[in-house]
């Protein structure tokens, strides 16, 4: 007895509808199983040397990718080694640097103190100095004003002594009359000398006084030579009167200033005649 006429023996309210329903689910079962059968039948057949085929073009494909994933991992840890070299070289060139630039700071800082040190040090001794500078102007201040007085007193003393003041010099007229060398010795004894005439000023001055006087001039030593007592020899500035000097008698070596005229009035004479003097002497 087969499979249909077993369900075709089941009573039930479906019927023969049923059974057929039945019949056609184990028709189709078994036409599952003969398609299922052949695609097995397929799987073991020459398929089979694809499959392998594209096993090996996957095997070379991991092997290449993994070569190129291996030859990137090379490359960045070359990278790697070589940036860590460079960091390593450049932190310490830097840190040489910053040890430099520390080391100049610090050498820096030391000359701006030692320069600080010295500037305080020199403005001290400016204060100083500027201290001292002000005393000493009051000092010469005050010594200005006693050589003052002292040149005030001395000048009324010196004119009580027939001493007469002119542009800074003093000039002693004598009250009495001697031979010329009798009135040099007198003046080098008071520390002056004859007169010298050194500028118009000065001979204006002299002839001012209206007397006749010995002046320092001679040329006792070489006729005709006439030097001054203080051994310069008669320059340009000279005031002889007309046809002097005449060196009259062969004798008249010592040279005086005459009351006659105010310019020209100077006379050679005989050293041994007598008459009045002048000192002259520059006290200061
Ligand atoms: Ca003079
Ligand atoms: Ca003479
Ligand atoms: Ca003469």
């Not at 087969?2 to 509808?17: C, F, K, M, R, T």
């Not at 305080?120 to 010594?143: F, G, I, P, R, V």
């Not at 050589?147 to 009324?156: G, I, N, P, V, Y």
């Not at 009495?176 to 004894?189: A, I, V």
Request: proline share 1%.
């Amino acid at each position: 007895m087969d499979e249909q006429d077993i369900y075709a023996n089941v009573e039930g309210p479906s019927g023969l509808h049923i059974k057929w329903e039945r019949v056609q689910s184990s028709e189709n079962i078994y036409q599952n199983e003969d398609t299922c059968c052949s695609v097995e039948t397929d799987r073991t057949g020459p398929a089979l040397s694809d499959l392998e085929e594209s096993n090996t073009v996957k095997k070379r494909s991991c092997i290449a990718t993994a070569l190129i994933l291996g030859l990137l991992c090379l490359l960045l840890l070359t990278g790697l080694v070589i940036l860590v070299f460079l960091y390593t070289k450049d932190k310490s060139n830097w840190e040489l640097k910053m040890l430099r630039l520390q080391t100049s700071y610090n050498n820096l800082t030391e000359k701006q103190h030692q320069l600080q040190t010295s500037y305080n040090n020199l403005d001290e001794e400016n204060h100083q100095l500027k201290t001292s500078y002000d005393n000493l102007t009051e000092e010469k201040a005050q010594l200005k004003k006693q050589l003052e007085d002292a040149t005030t007193d001395l000048r009324k003393k010196l004119q009580a002594l027939r001493w007469t003041y002119f542009a800074d010099k003093y000039y002693y007229i004598s009250s009495t009359m001697q031979t010329w060398q009798d009135s040099r010795n007198d003046c080098l004894q008071k520390g002056a000398d004859l007169v010298i005439i050194n500028s118009p000023e000065e001979q204006e001055f002299i002839s001012s006084r209206k007397i006749s006087t010995w002046i320092g001039l001679t040329d006792a030593e070489t006729e005709g030579t006439w030097k001054w007592v203080d051994g310069t020899l008669l320059g340009s500035l000279r005031y002889w009167a007309e046809s002097e000097p005449n060196n009259g008698y062969g004798n008249e070596n010592c040279a005086k200033i005459s009351s006659s005229n105010l310019e020209k009035n100077w006379y050679d004479e005989s050293c041994d005649f007598k008459m009045y003097w002048i000192c002259e002497v520059q006290l200061i």
